[in-house]
C-alpha cells in the first residue's frame, strides 16, 4: 500500500473518530441536560411537583370520602400559589422518603421532620413550620395493673422503648441514655409507624413508645388508657426537607412559608389539627 492511500485512509479514520466524539460528546449533554437536579425553575416550567408525606393524622389521612391532613391542606394552598399540579405520595418511613428524595422521585418531603446536626449536613430545611416535643407514651395505672407511670427519666434505665424503624426519636433516646447514665433499650420496629405503636401501648402489647407531643394529645382522646405527661426531650422545630442542590426550591418555599405563616388561613388549618 502506497503512502498516498495509506494517509487517505488515516484521514477517513480521523474523521470517523470526530464524528463518533461528536456525538458521544452530544448524547452525554443530552444526558447531563436529562439529569439536571430538579430545582424550583424545573418544577414551575413542568407545572409539577412531587410531594412526600407520611399518612397518620398530621400529614394526610382519609376521613370517611375525604382525604385530610394538616400537610395535605398546607399543600393545597401552595398549589394554589404556585399554580402547580401537587403530586402526593405516602411513605411512612422517615429514611425511605429522604432516600426518594436524594433520587430525585420527590421535590420535598413535607413532614414534620425535627431538624438536627446528623440531617443538615445531607439536607437543606426550610424555616419552622411547628413546634413539638417527644413524649413518653405509657399506660395510665388504672389500666397497667396499678403501676404508676414513669415521671423521673432514670426510671427509663433497663427499659425496653419501641419506636418505628429509623425514627428520629432514636438520636434523642440515644443521648438520654447517655444523660442518666444507664441503658436505654432501644427496639426498632420494621413494620408499625408511631401511631400504630402508640395504640400497641394502649392495647398492652408493648409498655413504652414515645412520640410527638401534639399528635399524643390528639391520640389520647382515642385511647384514654395512655398517659402523655412525661417529656423525653426539648422543644424541637420541625421543617420541610429539599435537596441540597435545589437552593432556589429551598429559598422559594421560605419565602411562601413566611408570608403564610402570618396568614389567617394558616391559623385556621394549625388549629383545626393541632387543638
Sequence with gaps: MNVRKRIFIYLLLLVAAGAAMILLQRQFLQQDLQYLPRDYNQIMELGEMNVVTDYN???????????????????????????????????????????????????????????????????????????????????????????????QHLELAGKEIHVAANSPAILRLDNLSHEIGDTILILEDPLYDTEQLVMMVASGDIDYTVCDKEIAFRLAELFPEIDTDTDIGFTQLEAWAVRSNSPLLLDSLNSWLIGFRNSSRFDQIFRRYYP
Design 57 to 151: 393524622s398530621i400529614g394526610y389521612f382519609v376521613s370517611g370520602d375525604t382525604a385530610l391532613g394538616f400537610q395535605l391542606e398546607m399543600m393545597r394552598e401552595l398549589e394554589q400559589e404556585w399554580k402547580v399540579k401537587v403530586n402526593i405520595f405516602l411513605e411512612n418511613s422517615l429514611e425511605k422518603s429522604l432516600q426518594g428524595l436524594q433520587a430525585e422521585r420527590y421535590d420535598l418531603v413535607a413532614r414534620n421532620i425535627p431538624v438536627n446536626s446528623a440531617l443538615r449536613d445531607s439536607f437543606s430545611f426550610t424555616v419552622p413550620i411547628t413546634y413539638n416535643r417527644l413524649v413518653l407514651i405509657q399506660r395510665k395505672a388504672l389500666f397497667n395493673g396499678g403501676e404508676e407511670p414513669i415521671r
